[in-house]
């Protein structure tokens, strides 16, 4: 997963910790990096839900530590393939993107035949979470 950084080099995505108000570890969050300048960013795909989470946190929170791929379904996903490779490659996400898309739709069936709305959100949110990677990158 790479994307051009605006120094003109390739930025890579790497699965980073965000510390926010020097109090809160955030764990997993996916980030892009340039090696020739140092810059890093949030991947788009997340950062809404990287914001709602600190939003939730507050101005001042307490000490405290998250897994980001807890609370986003795209960062679940690369946690899970870089735990199989420790790499972040196209070819094999896409393979388990597939696999994780087609995972939820059969849950969502599920879902829907029992009538609970409850998990069909949680679902469709998921759902959401992975094509908003696609929208916003």
């Not at 080099?9 to 764990?27: A, F, P, Q, W």
């Not at 196209?90 to 879902?111: F, G, P, T, Y």
């Amino acid at each position: 997963m790479q994307k051009r950084c605006s120094c003109g080099e390739l930025m890579t995505m790497k699965l980073r910790t965000v510390v926010y108000s020097g109090k809160v570890e955030i764990d997993n969050v996916p980030i892009f990096s340039c090696s020739a300048c140092n810059r890093s960013e949030v991947s788009p795909g997340v950062k809404p839900d990287l914001t709602g989470l600190i939003g939730q946190l507050g101005s001042k929170p307490d000490k405290q530590s998250f897994l980001f791929n807890e609370w986003n379904e795209w960062a679940d996903l690369l946690v899970e393939v870089y735990a199989k490779d420790k790499r972040l490659q196209s070819q094999m996400l896409e393979e388990h993107l597939d696999a994780r898309i087609n995972k939820l739709l059969d849950l969502l069936i599920v879902a829907k035949s029992l009538g609970d709305e409850a998990w069909m959100n949680e679902i469709q949110k998921r759902l959401s979470q992975i094509s908003r990677r696609f929208i916003l990158t």
